[in-house]
């Protein structure tokens, strides 16, 4: 469905259109665990965003602007974001850091963000203001300033504005711009402040709405919950401009009260009734198995049609753990689905059909190691793959072997997708961007093979580790647990092993040390806490005597060898 | 205070062997614990003690003190 073409394909466009045809339609139901959930109309949304998009624009916000927002849960949080995008300038959403990231880690990976993609403002809460504010008075700073949009967002009320006024005061400013023009800016996950930043036009997003509803068969009356924080692609695309863009509902949920009790995505279900859910595959293990029954006795899922598994690699024994524990709340077996998505094509570059469970293909393990897709032969070891469907309108997906050439069927090789979502390259750097984006041609870096013309992603050739869907650089706990004293320089690798029960990977550090068993313990509890510098937990810990890691062919020690050599035969 | 019988669990399921926890230390300041395995201990807290938290009072602890607080009461009703 195309809400408005031509020239004015713009996100702004759209959200007016639904604000006039359906004034009333809740827009965004801001959840909150402790008190009532707040309701915004598409209209009082809108309202809100033009409000605080003059504000931004007296505190000298211009187009072509990028704004970082730092924020928490707060329900100014939209219509803050959609003032940015109003007067042009791009928001860039970036998490809002926990208590165990150290202040210094913070400020670094926010200044090597800021040279990296030219932030210019950041907007953020007042806690921040002693963390944040070194980084815009230092002479190479691209950071202009810092602003806290929410005291003066707080002020709105909608009884005492002039919506008109304010509505003409930013359409004389809209007359230039165009859908070819940056909406957003993406950063991937990281903490080196190498972060690549992914910008999406409003043509690349307005485009994947109209393709992706196209392919999830969604109609307005769909209504999509979530969790999932709005710095991770599928929780701003997938679960804020998505609906937003259509005209669905989406009910946005605070993810730290997620993880504390993840029985609350259940109560939502249950009292909102929505049809359509992303989440990551540790999601469904984790809801299978930590909830009480008494939590949820009551409680009704059959609105949901679809849950979306994403971000991380589908597992069939996760969706069907969860099946088995939720069947008899009214959940379908065939809203299981799945699709496989990244920020560089906007999002989604597949979907499993809606209304069938996602596929499961059963093959030979050795084979699939080997590259080719066999069904496997009796007492043969095997892998359940599932699938993550078909390519979405607009998505042309090909596998090819190592030498570009391109693979037929059920032979394992890179997948690349063509999209006409696709994004306008990596901010300020082209280099980056010429690796992955060869022609019309974006170079995933995943492995996976077509089966009956449906796509199972099965690996990736880059070394990165997915944590409940974040992605994580080994080379980030190497650096910091490289530095640890006692640990030998240089002789460290990180790398994620993937753990069944939990449905995700864990983080392993292997590390050379000649310190004796009881200093051991202490660098344990010294290696666990380097990594809560960086927010993730590294799991498993082996120490090993120097000269135990295998080296690589360029001289240091290979992720991939010392993984196997600790899988097989463990430290010794 | 925090019990030893607290602690014990909260170290067991981190797989620690020691670390002083008090009643203002923040459950992200101990070793280990994240957002993942967070409902995985508070359930051992409960298996530990045979009681049940409710969703509120999970979500308005403030560090293993409050948790602690929260024990107590629960054992003692």
Not at chain 1, 80 to 103: E, F, K, Q
Not at chain 1, 113 to 141: C, N
Request: with cysteine; proline share 4%.
């Amino acid at each position: 469905m195309i809400i408005n073409g031509g020239k004015k394909n713009l996100l702004w466009e759209r959200w007016l259109t639904h604000s006039k045809d359906f004034p009333h339609k809740d827009a965004i139901v801001h959840w909150s665990a402790t008190g009532e959930p707040f309701r915004w109309s598409f209209k009082s949304l809108l309202d809100a965003s033009v409000y605080i998009a003059v504000y931004l624009r007296e505190n000298g916000i211009k187009e072509g602007d990028v704004c970082a927002i730092i924020i928490r849960h707060n329900k100014f949080f939209y219509p803050l974001y959609m003032a940015v995008c109003a007067i042009g300038a791009i928001p860039s959403v970036l998490a809002y850091p926990n208590t165990r990231l150290h202040p210094e880690k913070f400020r670094s990976s926010l200044k090597g963000m800021s040279q990296k993609s030219g932030l210019d403002w950041i907007f953020t809460e007042r806690e921040l203001e002693d963390a944040i504010a070194p980084l815009v008075f230092h002479e190479k700073s691209t950071i202009r300033g810092l602003h806290f949009p929410l005291e003066h967002a707080e002020k709105y009320s909608a009884h005492n504005c002039d919506h008109d006024a304010l509505f003409q005061a930013i359409e004389q400013i809209r007359l230039s711009f165009s859908d070819t023009m940056p909406l957003l800016l993406q950063h991937s996950s990281g903490t080196t402040g190498l972060q690549k930043g992914v910008v999406l036009s409003n043509k690349a997003i307005g485009e994947h709405v109209d393709n992706y509803c196209s392919s999830l068969k969604a109609t307005q009356t769909d209504r999509v919950v979530s969790w999932l924080p709005l710095y991770h692609d599928m929780g701003l695309i997938a679960a804020f401009h998505l609906p937003l863009a259509f005209g669905m509902t989406s009910i946005q949920i605070d993810p730290f009260e997620w993880v504390l009790y993840p029985a609350i995505l259940l109560e939502v279900i249950d009292k909102e009734k929505p049809t359509l859910s992303w989440l990551p595959n540790f999601s469904f293990n984790m809801m299978a198995d930590k909830i009480h029954e008494d939590d949820i006795d009551t409680f009704d899922f059959s609105s949901i049609r679809m849950l979306i598994n994403c971000s991380e690699p589908v597992r069939a024994d996760s969706h069907e753990m969860f099946y088995k524990r939720f069947a008899k709340y009214g959940l379908s077996n065939d809203a299981l689905t799945a699709c496989y998505a990244m920020a560089e094509t906007t999002y989604a570059a597949t979907q499993s059909t809606p209304g069938a469970r996602a596929k499961e293909l059963t093959v030979d393990r050795e084979s699939l190691s080997a590259g080719i897709v066999k069904m496997p032969l009796i007492n043969r070891d095997s892998r359940v793959c599932v699938s993550s469907g078909l390519p979405i309108n607009g998505c042309e997906i090909k596998i090819i072997d190592e030498g570009d050439k391109e693979l037929g069927d059920d032979f394992v090789g890179e997948i690349l997708i063509k999209s006409n979502s696709m994004f306008d390259g990596y901010r300020n750097s082209p280099e980056k961007t010429a690796e992955v984006l060869k022609g019309d041609w974006y170079y995933s870096g995943d492995f996976g093979f077509r089966h009956d013309n449906e796509y199972y992603v099965i690996g990736r050739k880059k070394d990165i580790i997915i944590v409940a869907g974040k992605n994580i650089y080994p080379e980030d706990i190497e650096d910091a647990v490289g530095k640890i004293e006692g640990v030998s320089p240089g002789r460290v690798v990180a790398f994620g092993i993937f753990k069944e029960e939990i449905g995700t990977e864990q983080i392993c550090v292997i590390a050379e040390t000649s310190l004796d068993e009881s200093a051991r313990k202490i660098l344990r509890t010294k290696i666990i806490e380097a990594g809560m510098e960086l927010s993730v937990t590294i799991t498993q810990i082996h120490l090993v005597e120097p000269r135990w890691l295998i080296k690589s062919s360029s001289g240091k020690p290979s992720r991939k060898a010392n993984k196997e050599r600790i899988l097989i035969g463990g430290d010794k | 205070m925090i019990s030893e019988r607290l602690k014990k669990v909260i170290l067991a399921k981190l797989k620690l062997d020691e670390f002083d926890i008090h009643d203002v230390t923040l459950a992200n300041e101990i070793p280990g614990w994240d957002s993942l395995n967070h409902i995985s201990i508070i359930i051992a807290v409960e298996k530990e003690y045979n009681i049940r938290f409710k969703m509120p009072e999970v979500l308005k602890l403030k560090n293993i003190g409050e948790l602690q607080k929260l024990v107590d009461s629960k054992i003692s009703t």
